[in-house]
């Protein structure tokens, strides 16, 4: 099953490096073990929490298609950089939330959850991510963790 | 009277039987609407707390009976598991619903989808082991048997929210599972309802997606 979100950047992150330095930053246990992040791949990007796969998909769109995807929703300005994320399972909600709110985080961009119609910017999504991951993680814990 | 006995006794068995058929035609009925006796109801009779059962506000046909057929059935497991979930909306009741049906779903090991074709990951058309780097995963697909070189007939993809795949969406699942355009991905929308009752709608698309 698939669920989606998506980071606005106003540049692109320069790679998994990068990437996992802002998720160290910010203290989430999130560990990419991808050897490429879009536009160089895309399809799964593999990645472990707590020894557990928590990888989500992700590639680059072009901010026209979310435009067109969601014609009613103020994107605040154009974006170059629009990283879209799907994930199913907790796990991969998890781990697609605490990637999503380190790349808007690295680049001061911000992360649109359709879902709930949310739009926040790098700030709003670190707390919405210290809201969330607890939640998701007790939601885990009720109905277990899913296939590997 | 009495030579009209058999005749009476037969006419009795008769009206039992239609009356203990009208009782199964009734169970049936509930068990579609999924109406459970153990729900609590408001004072003015509506079904209230939990999840309620799912409206179907739009359900489009791809026109082959048995693709169809199983839509309706995904859609039965959709409303069971909306019935047995807390109502809610937002990320971590989309979480949840997702998680519920696909677990579901694998322990009904369906016909044609069974316990594989729930969350299947491909690379370029071939069955990839679930995590794989650059992987694309369907969320249900229908196959013409139960072996995994069986043709596949439909790709179903469930959103908890009234937004669609996009083109590309649609292209990459296509070209991860390394199907043609013949085969329809049926988009299956649990929508927020404004009242405990959820509301589902069905969307097709086949044929060239344009960008």
């Known amino acids: ?148 | 009277m009495r030579a009209h006995e058999p005749d009476v006794i037969l006419a009795y068995s008769l009206a039992q039987l239609r009356l203990s058929l009208a009782f199964v035609a009734l169970e049936l009925l509930d068990i579609k609407a999924g109406f459970r006796p153990d729900q609590p109801r408001g004072c003015d009779g509506r079904w209230c707390g939990e999840g309620g059962s799912l409206t179907v506000i739009r359900k489009d046909r791809t026109g082959d009976p048995r693709i169809d057929a199983k839509t309706d059935e995904i859609l039965d497991v959709l409303n069971e598991v909306v019935g047995s979930t807390e109502p809610g909306e937002g990320f971590l009741y989309g979480t949840q619903i997702h998680a519920r049906l696909a677990a579901r779903l694998r322990e009904l090991d369906l016909p044609g989808i069974g316990r594989h074709g729930v969350e299947q990951s491909f690379v370029a058309g071939d069955i990839a082991c679930h995590g794989l780097s650059g992987s694309i995963r369907t969320d249900v697909l229908l196959r013409d048997g139960r072996t995994s070189a069986a043709p596949i007939r439909a790709i179903w993809d469930i959103k908890t929210g009234e937004t669609g795949l996009s083109p590309r969406r649609i292209r990459a699942l296509r070209a991860g599972a390394g199907v043609g355009d013949s085969v329809p991905i049926i988009e299956i929308h649990l929508l927020r309802g404004i009242s405990v009752k959820g509301r589902v709608s069905v969307t097709v698309a086949i044929g060239v997606v344009a960008a």
């Open chain 1, 1 to 148: 099953m698939s669920m989606e979100a998506y980071a606005l950047c106003p540049r692109p992150l320069a790679g998994v490096s990068d990437w996992q330095t802002g998720l160290d930053a910010l203290g989430f246990d999130l560990q990419l073990r991808g050897t490429a992040i879009p536009p160089a791949s895309s399809g799964h990007l593999p990645a472990l929490r707590r020894g557990r796969a928590s990888g989500f998909e992700c590639a680059l769109i072009p901010f026209s298609e979310l435009k067109d995807t969601y014609p009613e929703t103020d994107f605040a300005g154009s974006w170059p950089c629009v990283y879209a994320f799907w994930f199913g399972t907790i796990a991969e909600s998890i781990g697609a939330v605490m990637a999503i709110t380190a790349c808007v985080k690295l680049v001061d961009g911000l992360a649109f959850y359709p879902e709930e119609g949310r739009l926040l910017t790098a700030d709003q999504a670190v707390r919405y991510a210290r809201e969330t991951v607890p939640a998701a993680e007790e939601l885990e814990r009720q109905l277990g963790p899913g296939p590997d």
